[in-house]
């Protein structure tokens, strides 16, 4: 186990190796404390087999360590594989309200301080956007929690048709919660 779980930090698994090492954490919850896993692999976990991490986490979810691998979780760098761990993550366990906050303050600020070229932000603004729909659709946080923030992200990139749309919909949900 310990030289999948090494190998899936640096390299994307065969199907079966994944499918061999996520059935062997489920087999042992404990084992995920005798494996070598650190906070500091959780991020080439993430990016080079995000199913795994999301495996791994789930497993953790009841241990004293898991609050240092939300941490890692939620300052990493904008990803496709970061939001499908979070997303997967998100139906199996439930986060700390404040977790969820942070993580998605610090997706939207990524966006907004991004360097990439305009298509790039552009793709990347678009990605959490849908993220976000998905989050509030999923009810995976109270929609007032985050409503100034996505407020703000979708004033900041109005030129998106996306973040349009979020923001006609956050001003008549707000609309609405106030009469």
């Avoid at 939001?83 to 939207?108: A, D, T």
Wanted: aromatic share 8%; glycine share 2%.
């Amino acid at each position: 186990m310990k030289k999948y779980l090494n190998r899936a930090t640096k390299t994307n698994l065969q199907k079966s190796e994944g499918i061999y090492l996520s059935k062997g954490l489920f087999a042992d919850k404990e084992l995920v404390m005798h494996i070598d896993m650190s906070p500091a692999k959780l991020p080439d976990l993430v990016i080079n087999n995000p199913g795994i991490a999301v495996d791994l986490l789930v497993c953790m979810t009841n241990t004293a360590q898991i609050t240092k691998y939300y941490d890692v979780l939620s300052t990493m760098k904008l990803s496709t594989a970061l939001l499908e761990v979070f997303n997967g993550l998100s139906h199996h366990v439930e986060f700390p309200k404040e977790f969820i906050q942070f993580f998605l303050r610090n997706c939207m600020h990524q966006c907004s301080c991004s360097t990439e070229n305009k298509v790039n932000k552009n793709r990347m603004v678009r990605l959490v956007n849908v993220f976000l729909w998905n989050i509030m659709k999923s009810k995976v946080i109270n929609f007032e929690d985050i409503v100034v923030d996505v407020k703000q992200f979708c004033i900041e990139h109005n030129g998106i048709k996306e973040c349009q749309d979020m923001l006609k919909y956050v001003i008549s949900e707000t609309a609405q919660k106030n009469l």
